[in-house]
């Protein structure tokens, strides 16, 4: 009889964890069209802003039936180059500044992120001109439906990267080193 009361409980236990496990899915999520991503920063002469609607991202989302609970994996890569500011030499001069001929991308690798609801904290590296260094930043997220819009923003030196700030103008209009990186991203589910 005791035994028998051993073998029951641990087979219950080992339904209730399997229960357990398969609440909680991993999902394969893709980034959506158009997102929005900016760069903004300021020089001697006036505040400038580049900003990107092109991307690729991926990840791996938990999700609890259709409830996000957090993420096992994220990246998320821009084509430095399709950085636009509206004024051809700022742009020529921020890719000389960013060796986008040697290092086309900038990227995002999430390690971590925490919170509950609409609030979180995420960390992860940013790869910019070919050098790689941690972030943490807070991100909103607003869920609709099986979309997840993700609104964040992550203030940083362009030498945190080694980019020098550029000039122009024989270096009389210096680029200032400060810089915010934001972003209004959307993943969905692949298909």
């Known amino acids: 009889m005791k035994k028998r009361m051993i073998w029951m409980s641990a087979i219950m236990i080992i339904v209730l964890m399997s229960l357990n496990v398969s609440l909680f899915a991993q999902t394969k999520y893709s980034l ?4 929005e991503l900016k760069v903004e920063g300021g020089s001697t002469l006036h505040d400038w802003h580049m900003t990107s609607n092109t991307a690729k991202g991926e990840g791996m989302f938990e999700m609890e039936g259709s409830q996000f609970k957090g993420i ?4 998320v890569t821009l084509v430095a180059e399709t950085l636009k500011s509206g004024t051809k030499g700022l742009d020529n001069n921020a890719y000389k500044a960013l060796q986008t001929t040697k290092h086309k991308e900038i990227k995002f690798t999430l390690k971590e992120i925490t919170g509950s609801g609409n609030n979180y904290q995420a960390k992860g590296d940013f790869t910019i001109a070919g050098v790689t260094k941690p972030a943490s930043f807070p991100v909103k997220l607003v869920q609709n439906g099986n979309k997840l ?9 362009l030498t945190y990267f ?4 550029p000039t122009a103008l024989m270096g009389t209009v210096k ?3 400060e810089i915010t990186i934001s972003f209004k991203t959307t993943f969905q589910p692949t298909n």
């Open 162 to 165: 080694s980019v020098d700030p």
């Open 149 to 157: 819009t993700f609104d964040g923003s992550f203030a940083t030196k």
């Open 175 to 177: 680029t200032k080193d």
């Open 72 to 75: 096992k994996s994220l990246t």
């Open 32 to 35: 959506a069209p158009s997102p």
